[in-house]
């Protein structure tokens, strides 16, 4: 919301704060939130801190994509989900809100980008105004395409961290000796915040190159599927592999599947165009097939210093080219601080069986049915100076 809005908005409708509140109501009793049973493989309900009807609202838009899921007739359904009370409500919210802090943004519209721009919404009144005036037209601010293009990018921006996050902590639980190797990581680059037994700060943790870090969310990202898929309309008519594709058809990608965590299909090289034989695919080796499917950081880092290389092999979890995703340094962001402060303070032991399943549940992203955590405090008693940078 900070990022979307501002920061003024992101400190008034936090769903942080009232979790973290809810919690420490249990003060020293965690324990009785088991309540039902005794056992410690049976799982810790905690309480949910109450948030702001802004925010439950957008939640609320979010769900109702579930409902729409596998029916036969999606556009009746939708019409029907959308005229329930509660929804129609949550929407006058959501436009509410989103014309109210276009309306801000345009009254504080200044001359320099760098001096106006503080938030996403500034940087797309800033575009439209720029993109009018090069077109001799008069801006339109409140258009259907900016309300709609702002509300996508706070929900699928929500919605696709928290999924990406929850799957990479159970595939660090699940591979013990990554974890380790990024606790290491953290540690080696981090030796302040290390010999002096604290959490390393947002600038520590983003001021400094961390290789394997970076492997860590590229690699989480690469198995997770977060969006299942990724998908283009032809906007004229055209072709790929030798097919006819008429203007208007959507092509979809599977961000998962061959040639990501499985072998790729076996192309015909005649097939392709001049540009898919060089360009962008060139760039990107194949992964190898023997363990492609495995969660392995270490495919991304390269040559004997460890580099990490974002174009180590293929990934489509943000697409590629200039539609990719308007959020990936965003996400890329927030998913190397989240990853780093937990692994930094928290070994995560394995869990459970039962609850470690893989199953995913699709709503608007591809969610962990499964996503427990078993954690035991870092006790950290290291000497830094025999800690080898390179150590991987």
């Not at 003024?8 to 965690?30: N, W, Y």
């Not at 109210?100 to 519209?109: I, Q, T």
């Not at 058809?249 to 001049?274: N, Q």
Request: net charge positive; hydrophobic share 40%.
């Amino acid at each position: 919301m900070a990022f979307a809005f501002g920061e003024r908005f992101g400190q008034s409708h936090s769903a942080t704060r009232p979790a973290i509140d809810a919690v420490r109501t249990l003060g020293g009793a965690v324990g009785t939130s088991r309540l039902a049973s005794n056992s410690v493989d049976d799982p810790v309900t905690f309480p949910k801190g109450k948030i702001d009807e802004l925010l439950s609202a957008t939640l609320e838009l979010v769900e109702t994509v579930q409902e729409v899921q596998g029916s036969p007739l999606p556009d009746l359904k939708w019409a029907y989900v959308n005229s329930k009370p509660r929804v129609r409500r949550a929407t006058k919210l959501k436009e509410d809100c989103i014309v109210s802090e276009l309306e801000n943004a345009v009254g504080r519209l200044g001359g320099k980008e760098e001096e106006f721009v503080k938030s996403a919404v500034d940087h797309m009144v800033f575009r439209e105004k720029t993109l009018a005036s090069k077109d001799g037209r008069v801006p339109d601010f409140f258009s259907r395409v900016m309300i709609d293009e702002i509300f996508g990018f706070v929900i699928a921006g929500n919605d696709t961290s928290s999924t990406a996050i929850s799957w990479g902590l159970k595939y660090l639980a699940e591979n013990q000796a990554a974890q380790k190797k990024l606790r290491t990581s953290l540690e080696t680059a981090l030796p302040r915040a290390a010999s002096e037994a604290r959490v390393p700060t947002i600038q520590e943790i983003t001021g400094t190159q961390i290789p394997y870090l970076d492997a860590t969310v590229e690699e989480t990202l690469r198995c997770a599927a977060s969006v299942p898929v990724v998908d283009r309309q032809a906007v004229v008519d055209t072709e790929l592999m030798g097919y006819h594709i008429p203007k208007g058809t959507v092509v979809t990608c599977l961000v998962t599947g061959p040639s990501m965590t499985s072998p790729a299909f076996p192309i015909d090289e005649s097939r392709r165009s001049a540009g898919s034989k060089g360009g962008e695919r060139q760039r990107h080796r194949p992964w190898d097939p023997r363990d492609m499917a495995s969660f392995k950081p270490e495919r991304w880092l390269v040559g004997k210093a460890n580099d990490f290389d974002a174009g180590a092999g293929p990934q489509l979890a943000f697409g590629l080219g200039t539609r990719q995703c308007f959020g990936k340094r965003l996400a890329h962001l927030e998913m190397r601080i989240m990853i780093a402060l937990i692994v930094w303070g928290f070994e995560l032991l394995p869990c459970p069986s039962a609850l470690s399943g893989h199953k995913p549940v699709l709503i608007m992203t591809n969610r962990p049915k499964d996503c427990y955590v078993r954690l035991r405090e870092v006790e950290r008693n290291i000497d830094i100076s025999k800690t080898s940078r390179n150590a991987m």
